[in-house]
Structures are given as C-alpha cells and as structure tokens.
Nanobody, 121 residues
Framework: QVQLVESGGGLVQAGGSLILSCAAS????????IDWYRQAPGNQREFVAR???????NYADFVKGRFTISRANAKNTVYRQMNSLQPDDTAVYYC???????????????WGQGTQVTVSS
C-alpha cells in the first residue's frame, strides 16, 4: 500500500505562485510515475501534469508554461511549481501514483487526500 501526502496549498492572489509537494511512503518510489489532478467545485477531476520515472514530463494545455513538475527520488517527493495562478486554478489538487511500465501507468493507482488551492481575484 502506497500513501501519498500533499502539502503546500493555500490562498494566493491572482498572478501569484505556490509550490505543492507530494510525499510518498514507498521504498521503490523511483519506479512510480506521479500524476497531479485537480477538481474544482462542480467539475470532474482533470489531469494536470505527469512526471515519469525518467523525469519526463507532460502537462495539460491549460497549465503549460505556468506549472513545472519535478521529482526528488532521494526524498520520495514530487514538487509542482505553479506560477501565474488565476482564479480558474482554484481547486483541490490531488497527487496520484502508479507503477510505471513501458512509459505508462500499470497496476494499482494510489491517491493522496488532496490539498486546497484558492486563487483570489
């Protein structure tokens, strides 16, 4: 069983920045790809970004150029720098991981409890 704990959310003004962290309790962290999702009130959960075991990254179009994802395997942690935040970015942000196989997720997917990001106008 993998446990994920997100941190770093909070209230920020439009145009501001936040760094979210996702810490995983797993010995083989370097074998997991990490995804970030978000869910705004009344909306479905949507994909935000991914970082693979090889540190390859993939971003949703609405965050390209604003968000950056990175990983520190020695700390079992993934970071996401969010810049130029807008009110539309207000959501609960979730960290998720899965074993990576041939470049994609394989097997069970694990989720954190989420962290709230609120962007005021």
């Amino acid at each position: 069983q993998v446990q994920l704990v997100e941190s770093g959310g909070g209230l920020v003004q439009a145009g501001g920045s936040l760094i979210l962290s996702c810490a995983a309790s797993v010995l083989t962290f370097r074998s997991y790809l990490i995804d970030w999702y978000r869910q705004a009130p009344g909306n479905q959960r949507e994909f935000v970004a991914r970082i693979t075991t090889g540190a390859g990254t993939n971003y949703a179009d609405f965050v390209k150029g604003r968000f950056t994802i990175s990983r520190a395997n020695a700390k079992n942690t993934v970071y996401r720098q969010m810049n130029s935040l807008q009110p539309d970015d207000t959501a609960v942000y979730y960290c998720s991981c899965a074993w990576e196989h041939e470049g994609g997720p394989y097997g069970n997917r694990y989720w954190g409890q989420g962290t709230q990001v609120t962007v005021s106008s």
